[in-house]
Each structure stands twice: as C-alpha cells, then as structure tokens.
C-alpha cells in the first residue's frame, strides 16, 4: 500500500474512533462528517488533532502496520494513554458504526502477525 493511502486511512479510522468516542462520553452530537473536529468536544479535538500531527510525521509508515505494534513511540505517556483508553471503547463499536473498515483493519493486522510470526521462524 501506497505510505500517502496508508496515512490517510489511519487518520480517517483515529477520526472515526476518537468521534465514536466522544459521542458516547461527552454526548456531542453525530453528524454525517465524522473527520470533522469542530463536532468534538474540546479535549478530543486537541486528542485528534494531536494525533494527526504523529501520523502525519511517522518515519515508519512505510513499514510498520499500527501504532500499537511499532517500536517507536512518538505519543507522549500522557496521550497514548488516552489513544488507548479511546480505542479500548471504540474498538468493539467501530464493527457496528463501520464494518468494513473494521474488518479491513483486522486483516491489515492478521497479516502483519502471521509475516512476523513467519520472520522470526526463518
């Protein structure tokens, strides 16, 4: 995949989770344009925008699959903490609000373990 594609696509689905997030925790309202930070509140504006600025200044995107899974980490303690408090309880309802991004994530992810897993085996 195209470093450019992949950085778009990690943006849309930490939009798409930080606005799942802040729906159920701060009861902002749903709108039809998700990626739109003035509908967050504004802690998880400055999260999305924060993150946003990583992504877009990863020097790994070329090779890594997630955040979670590189050896580089470029969030602060206090931010990751809040990334993962957020993808903890966005995670499960990303499969009802967005199906086939959550599936294509989780293939993005079986196949990065099972190349691992292959790379360590050789």
């Given at each position: ?23 159920g ?48 980490h ?19 309802r ?29």
């Amino acid at each position: 995949m195209d470093t450019e594609k992949k950085r778009a696509l990690e943006a849309e689905v930490m939009s798409m989770m930080i606005a799942i997030y802040c729906r159920g925790h701060h009861h902002t309202h749903r709108t039809a344009d998700a990626t739109d930070a003035s509908v967050l509140c504004p802690d998880c504006r400055r999260l999305l925008t924060y993150a946003r600025s990583r992504i877009a200044a990863c020097p790994r995107m070329d090779v890594k699959s997630f955040c979670s899974a590189c050896p580089v980490h470029c969030y602060s303690h206090e931010m990751r903490e809040k990334v993962r408090e957020v993808m903890r309880w966005s995670g499960p309802r990303m499969l009802l609000h967005h199906p086939l991004m959550t599936l294509h994530h989780m293939w993005i992810d079986y196949r990065s373990r099972r190349r691992e897993k292959k790379e360590l085996h050789s």
